[in-house]
């Protein structure tokens, strides 16, 4: 996997002299470095060949073409955002090709925490987001389906996990019933709702810088169609961490936007139950070994650790959730 030189980079996007090495910042699905120039400071976000593709198409370009075009509109529309650095010879939109990779840049954004309360802002964002362009009444995407699976299905990952001897076995007895409830509604939801929307698709705190002259949304890889009710109050539920006071706060403040989640009533709050029974049943395969742990996962014992706090705190959480509304 290439990793570039300064020069590279500094050529490719016409940033001026380097003053230094590229200092890397993070690794998650990309890799991520800052760089000193004679003309600024700059992100630079390197990706990896096999990421993305997963909401749209099949591979990483299919999936950047849209979610640039996608960017190019919220940017237009005056989304807080950061303005991507126009290459000098693109391969795609905003990224260069170098060696086996693709890059892209943006001007860095240094940190101002002063003020962490962030609820107005991202309240008024999302409806932002999703009235660029909504879809209207449809089914939800594909991506929501890998979270429901069949009740024989569950119960034969429970009977290899008692047979395995695996510390969380004793706990799905208990478990089990919220699951299938869970995945009963997600399924029938699968089939409908009424505010279909393209959206950035992963609101999350650390793609949300709070720079001096206020947060801004960064980070627009991930973009796919949801709905917009059940998305906001997913985003709501990070945000607030699961207080009900903050994640009112942030509900509260989408609807004086301008957004609708009256439709949802109970389900407000589903998509943070198929989040969780998505990532309980890919760490569960890990687990048992029938696929490799996946890089986010961590170590067996790291795996083991989050699948027995998801199992033994699924009865009261739907109750948990309820309890936000």
């Known amino acids: 996997m290439h990793t ?59 999936q950047l073409a849209v979610a640039m075009a996608f960017e190019r509109r919220a940017l237009e529309a005056g989304v807080d955002m950061p303005e991507p650095i126009s290459p000098t010879d693109p391969f795609l939109e905003w990224t260069v090709s170098i060696e086996d990779r693709l890059f892209r840049v943006h001007r860095w954004i240094e940190h101002d925490n002063s ?22 009444r449809a089914g939800l995407p594909d991506w929501w389906r890998p979270s429901v699976r069949s009740p024989e299905t569950w119960e034969g990952w429970f009977t290899k996990a008692h047979q395995q001897g695996a510390a969380w076995a004793d706990l799905s007895q208990a478990a089990l019933p919220h699951i299938l409830a869970a995945s009963a509604r997600i399924t029938e939801l699968c ?36 709905s917009a009710a059940l ?9 607030g961490a699961g207080r009900r006071d903050q994640v009112r706060e942030i509900l509260d403040a989408y609807v004086a ?32 070994g029938e696929e490799p742990a996946a890089r986010w996962m961590g170590d067996p014992a790291t795996v083991e ?11 009261g959480r739907s109750d948990a959730l309820q309890k936000l509304l």
């Open 4 to 62: 570039p030189t300064p020069e590279e980079i500094a050529l490719a996007f016409d940033l001026g002299v380097p003053r230094g090495e590229l200092v890397h910042v993070r690794r998650g699905d990309n890799d991520a470095w800052r760089l000193e120039t004679s003309t600024g400071s700059y992100f630079v976000k390197g990706y990896f060949p096999a990421t993305g593709g997963q909401f749209n198409g099949e591979h990483l370009t299919d």
């Open 191 to 226: 089939a409908d709702v009424p505010d279909l929307v393209t959206t950035h698709g992963d609101f999350k705190t650390h793609n949300t810088v709070r720079s001096p002259s206020g947060p801004v949304l960064v980070d627009w890889d991930s973009v796919r169609t949801d």
């Open 305 to 315: 650790a989050a699948i027995t706090g998801t199992l033994r705190d699924l009865p």
């Open 231 to 239: 998305e906001a109050g997913r985003v709501a539920y990070i945000f």
């Open 115 to 136: 003020d962490s309360n962030v609820a107005s802002w991202l309240g008024r964002t999302m409806l932002q987001v999703h009235q660029l362009e909504p879809l209207g």
């Open 257 to 288: 936007a301008g957004g609708d989640l009256g439709w949802a009533g109970p389900d407000l709050f589903l998509s943070v139950s198929r989040n969780q029974l998505q990532v309980l049943a890919e760490q569960i395969r890990a687990a048992l």
